[in-house]
């Protein structure tokens, strides 16, 4: 069984900074492409950024110049650097992660969620 678990959420001031973790586990074959979500209260989830394994990224337009996607595949993780961070920010966070468990056989994995919230 695969699980991702998030952690880094959490309350900061407009100009803040915040680093977000992921962590996959569970019988991995090979982690493909890992990402980062939104979703703010009223509003359809939306992509923040993705990162392949070869380390390709890709960002969202609110966001680039502002927040940065990592991994460590050693470690199975991805993170989200997230700096100048604006209201419009806040929102809870989802890490996500195309896994193949085996060969010919993947699967999309969510997190659980973390809050991130900027206000003064």
């Known amino acids: 069984q695969v699980q991702l678990v998030e952690s880094g959420g959490g309350l900061v001031q407009p100009g803040g900074s915040l680093r977000l973790s992921c962590a996959a586990s569970?019988?991995?074959?090979?982690?493909?492409?890992m990402g980062w979500y939104r979703q703010a209260p009223g509003k359809q989830r939306e992509l923040v950024a993705t990162i392949t394994s070869g380390g390709s990224t890709n960002y969202a337009d609110s966001v680039k110049g502002r927040f940065t996607i990592s991994r460590d595949n050693a470690k199975n993780t991805v993170y989200l650097q997230m700096n100048s961070l604006k209201p419009e920010d806040t929102a809870v966070y989802y890490c996500?992660?195309?896994?193949?468990?085996?060969?010919?056989?993947?699967?999309?994995?969510w997190g659980q969620g973390t809050q991130v919230t900027v206000s003064s």
């Open positions: 996500n992660a195309d896994i193949l468990l085996r060969v010919n056989y993947r699967q999309i994995y």
């Open positions: 569970g019988l991995i074959f090979r982690i493909n492409t």
